[in-house]
């Protein structure tokens, strides 16, 4: 509210700035106006005395008249060119402030999901696996061999989903601090396929194929990190896909000795206008579709971050007939190649 208010009082005071400006500018105009007025008619008057004039067409035609003339036009000119100047840097400060504004708001509306999605992502797990310890507790006699291992199944899948969750909180932190990642040399294939065979395992209704050329230069990277962007990537797949989702991990050299990653799916697809925001911590596409799928909005930030934080570069391209193709370029470590 403070903050509020506290914005009003600047614009307020802005506003009022602004017309003082044009009111000075006016009033600074009129005297200009007078003065010449004043200096035309004693300078009239002067040479009529002298003698130097008879008629008013020979004194607007003196020299002396144009020099009076060209002396209030400069005058005229500088008092709205500064006039100008100031208006415009006063209105560049209000849009300034404004889009401030706008983003301050926009970052507080993320936030606000954010928490709510947080919120939801931690109960959720939670509540699942309290459930299972309960019915194991309860019904520890009744329960089959089979029903145990089943229940034990899906409490470490909801383990393992907080522990994902946890990971990005604190991959997330890490970001947006001087955090070095370790540079050492990695065989990109062997990560993903490693990559690919665990989501499998993990979405057994989804089909993931890894291809790569016979032969990829290596590049210097964190595995870890890397292997976050990978897991991110293919799980928004999965995610965002309705029914069995199809995702190609696709590895090649590119141009100027770097190699290229996509990974493409056949999805409900990014809209272009969100191709740069779905990057933005916190951003969720605001979607009927999107809001009803499980996430924190902080996946494709950190994918971005670690590509970045790589040399490497990242964009969205649609995918025909439907779909999205996230394409990574990374620089090589060297000419050396793997097979």
């Not at 009003?8 to 506003?15: E, Q, W």
């Not at 020979?58 to 100008?84: D, F, H, N, V």
């Not at 100031?86 to 889009?99: C, F, T, V």
């Amino acid at each position: 509210m403070l903050k509020r208010q506290l914005r009003g009082f600047t614009y307020f005071v802005l506003s009022y700035m602004l017309l003082a400006f044009v009111w000075w500018s006016v009033l600074l105009h009129t005297k200009n106006e007078d003065a010449f007025r004043a200096k035309s008619e004693l300078l009239q008057i002067g040479m009529a005395a002298e003698c130097l004039i008879d008629t008013p067409e020979e004194y607007y035609a003196s020299p002396q008249y144009q020099a009076l003339k060209q002396a209030y036009q400069r005058q005229k000119y500088m008092i709205w060119g500064e006039t100008t100047v100031l208006i415009l840097s006063l209105m560049a400060g209000i849009y300034i402030i404004y889009r401030g504004y706008q983003r301050e708001v926009e970052a507080s509306r993320q936030q606000s999901n954010f928490l709510l999605s947080i919120t939801h992502e931690l109960k959720s797990p939670i509540a699942g696996i309290r459930l299972i310890l309960q019915t194991i507790q309860r019904r520890r006699q009744q329960l089959e061999p089979a029903q145990l291992t089943r229940l034990s199944e899906i409490g470490i899948k909801e383990v393992d989903r907080l522990n994902r969750l946890v990971e990005d909180l604190l991959l997330s932190a890490r970001l947006e601090t001087a955090y070095q990642f370790r540079h050492e040399p990695l065989d990109l294939h062997s990560l993903a396929q490693s990559v690919v065979d665990r989501m499998q395992l993990q979405h057994p209704e989804a089909e993931i194929a890894l291809e790569a050329a016979s032969e990829l230069p290596i590049i210097k990277g964190d595995a870890q990190a890397l292997t976050s962007v990978f897991v991110n990537l293919i799980e928004n797949a999965i995610k965002y896909t309705h029914g069995p989702a199809k995702v190609k991990v696709k590895l090649a050299p590119g141009p100027k000795n770097c190699l290229v990653v996509k990974i493409a799916d056949q999805g409900i697809g990014i809209s272009k206008e969100n191709h740069q925001r779905i990057f933005q911590k916190f951003f969720r596409v605001g979607s009927e579709e999107t809001r009803q799928t499980k996430g924190t909005g902080l996946g494709l930030f950190i994918v971005k971050e670690i590509v970045a934080k790589h040399g490497g570069q990242i964009k969205v391209m649609p995918n025909h007939p439907q779909g999205t193709v996230f394409q990574l370029t990374f620089p090589c470590a060297t000419e050396s190649k793997v097979d």
